[in-house]
């Protein structure tokens, strides 16, 4: 089975502060994904990376910057923290490189709440 | 841009019944894929069902299916029998092939209860 982990289920910050979202799949997998999850607003994505190295920003990427620097990690970065942000983030990957469009699969999620 | 919207916040449906999830989606791709994920609660998301665009028949995997009417742009999920496990939010999500690697454009969500 396909395992997407992240590092923390609760995470709480304070205004300013940098953080760290991890990301770890063990599938060998092309693409990841970091969404943020907001009742009434569903998923929404913030950055995705199709290779080592490579990312696209998503619809959301201001305030967000990622790293891939191995192909199973995929750290979401929040340079200076904001109350804003106060959200759960999932991550997620899936197998496909090029035209191909495969399932993602989706880690636990991390609650992160910035005071 | 693509939007995906699901008008019902809430469902609710008793044990052993049948019920309908609502989605509909815009898009001018032509090649593209809908999806069905599953989140329980404090639980992973994960796949229900997928349907490829260029498909016409609905696809089904178990007691889940889904009614794709590609003209009116509709994708709604039919649980049949229903379970206490099937409680969850479910997202309705499209994606786009070629270059777009299957980036997930995700819908608000609906949230089913499943009544004993």
């Known amino acids: 089975d396909v395992k997407v982990t992240q590092s923390s289920r609760y995470l709480v910050k304070r205004t300013g502060e940098k953080v760290f979202l991890e990301c770890v799949q063990d599938?060998?997998?092309?693409?990841m994904f970091w969404y943020r999850q907001d009742p009434g607003l569903g998923l929404r994505l913030i950055y995705f990376?199709?290779?080592?190295?490579?990312?696209e920003k998503g619809d959301i990427p201001e305030g967000y910057s990622v790293s891939r620097e191995k192909k199973e990690r995929f750290s979401l970065i929040l340079e200076s923290a904001s109350t804003n942000q106060t959200s759960m983030y999932l991550c997620?990957?899936?197998?496909?490189?090029?035209?191909?469009?495969?399932?993602?699969?989706f880690g636990p999620g991390t609650r992160l709440t910035v005071l | 841009a693509q939007t995906v919207t699901q008008s019902q916040p809430e469902m609710s449906v008793q044990e052993a019944e049948t019920v309908t999830l609502s989605c509909t989606y815009d898009t001018s791709e032509s090649d593209y894929y809908l999806f069905w994920y599953k989140q329980p609660p404090s639980r992973q998301m994960i796949l229900v069902i997928r349907q490829e665009a260029y498909k016409q028949q609905n696809a089904t995997e178990n007691r889940f299916s889904v009614n794709f009417q590609k003209a009116a742009k509709s994708f709604s999920l039919k649980i049949s029998d229903s379970q206490l496990g099937d409680a969850a939010m479910y997202f309705c999500?499209?994606?786009?092939?070629?270059?777009?690697?299957?980036?997930?454009?995700f819908g608000q969500g609906t949230i089913l209860t499943v009544h004993p």
């Open positions: 997620a990957s899936s197998l496909s490189a090029g035209g191909r469009v495969d399932t993602q699969y």
């Open positions: 599938m060998d997998h092309e693409n």
């Open positions: 990376s199709y290779d080592v190295k490579m990312k």
């Open positions: 999500a499209c994606a786009f092939g070629g270059t777009s690697y299957g980036k997930l454009t």
